[in-house]
């Protein structure tokens, strides 16, 4: 029965921007990590973190995935349901161009046994790798896991984000300047027209 729901992929993108107007997007005065103020928040971790609304989102993720890809990655914590759930509904789906590997990168090195910046299953060297995102603003935090990746002998040259903050195109330029495609799902603009 799960695999029927998962396998009957109808187009998800009306039920995922309901749900990211209704749960994930605020409006008032906030201050974001990086300092910046802004009248418009955005958190997916409500849907990100709940199984029926990540099997809508994983989907739309997959269809940017390319066949070359072999792991899903992205830092954490923004980004750990969004591997891990893409990977499974890969999985669950059967198909080979979308068996994938999920890996994990963390902020700091663990600090004990292997110091390991990176979790998951050791893949060979020049792997493709495709970087998620739920919320990107500056496109810093994929930049990061990036890099980790990239010195890690993986191949990544594209970041799929759920949002899109669309701070003055800045994600776009340092995509760019990084050599990165990045492809969001939703832009701000779209959470908050009506």
Known sequence: MVLEY????Y???TDVLRLLKEKCYRKGDFTLSSG???QHYV???SITLNG???CKI???ILEHIEPSVKAVGGLTLGADPLVTGVAMMGY???KDQVKLASLIVRKQAKGYG???YIEGPQLPEGSGVTVLEDVITTGGSSIIAVERLRDAGYKVDRVISIVDRQEDGEADDNMKEANLELISLFKLQDLIDD
């Open 52 to 54: 029926e609304d990540l």
């Open 58 to 60: 994983c989907p739309m």
């Open 6 to 9: 998962l396998v009957d992929l």
């Open 36 to 38: 910046r103020k802004t």
């Open 92 to 94: 669950a789906l059967g």
């Open 43 to 45: 958190n997916c971790k």
């Open 11 to 13: 187009d998800y993108r």
């Open 114 to 116: 292997t110091n390991a």
